[in-house]
């Protein structure tokens, strides 16, 4: 028995990425941005038992001045930073991360849908054209993730 293509397509998933690049796309005048930098940081891994985790951050964070950060340095670390983990699902191109965990209460109890393309050791992950969380603006966010290593089988 060879399985679904959705079977497949999640199977090609499993592992542990890193995070190349994140552009956002703003659809009314198709302008480009980096939106966490132009080096930004994370991880996203998907395990063969269904859940998922990411952790990722902007490229330019600064450490605290002293051991406990400050109320600003606190704010500016939370604002620059994005983490949630659950569990996962494939429906043709689409991964839904059905969140049970977040660094923002309000992505827990919730799904976050991205359409991805799978290019050998490359992941392109794109939400949903949607209201840009700072701004407001309708665009489509892509990060882009290269895979770190081959899973165990």
Same mark, same amino acid.
């Given at each position: 028995? @060879?399985?679904?293509?959705?079977?497949?397509?999640?199977?090609?998933? #499993?592992?542990?990425?890193?995070?190349?690049?994140?552009?956002?796309?703003?659809?009314?005048?198709? /302008?480009?941005?980096h939106?966490?930098?132009?080096?930004?940081?994370?991880?996203?891994?998907?395990?063969? !038992?269904?859940?998922?985790?990411?952790? #990722?951050?902007?490229?330019?964070? =600064?450490?605290?001045?002293?051991?406990?950060?400050?109320?600003? !340095?606190? !704010?500016?670390?939370?604002?620059?930073?994005?983490?949630?983990?659950?569990?996962?699902?494939?429906?043709?191109?689409?991964?839904?991360?059905?969140?049970? #965990?977040?660094?923002?209460? @309000?992505?827990?109890?919730?799904? /976050?849908?991205?359409?991805?393309?799978?290019?050998?050791?490359?992941? #392109?992950?794109?939400?949903? /054209?949607?209201?840009?969380?700072?701004?407001? =603006?309708? @665009?489509?966010?892509?990060?882009?993730? /290269?895979?770190?290593?081959?899973p165990?089988?």
């Amino acid at each position: 028995m @060879s399985g679904s293509a959705d079977d497949k397509a999640r199977a090609r998933l #499993i592992g542990t990425w890193t995070l190349v690049a994140a552009v956002r796309e703003e659809v009314p005048s198709g /302008q480009s941005t980096h939106f966490l930098g132009a080096q930004p940081r994370g991880y996203l891994t998907y395990s063969p !038992e269904g859940r998922m985790l990411a952790l #990722i951050t902007h490229a330019d964070r =600064k450490a605290p001045a002293a051991a406990r950060a400050s109320a600003a !340095e606190a !704010e500016a670390l939370f604002r620059s930073m994005v983490s949630y983990g659950g569990t996962f699902t494939v429906a043709g191109d689409v991964v839904t991360h059905h969140v049970d #965990i977040s660094w923002n209460q @309000s992505f827990t109890g919730g799904d /976050q849908r991205r359409q991805f393309v799978l290019d050998g050791d490359r992941l #392109i992950l794109s939400t949903p /054209q949607s209201p840009d969380p700072v701004d407001g =603006k309708p @665009s489509v966010r892509r990060m882009t993730w /290269q895979r770190v290593g081959r899973p165990q089988v």
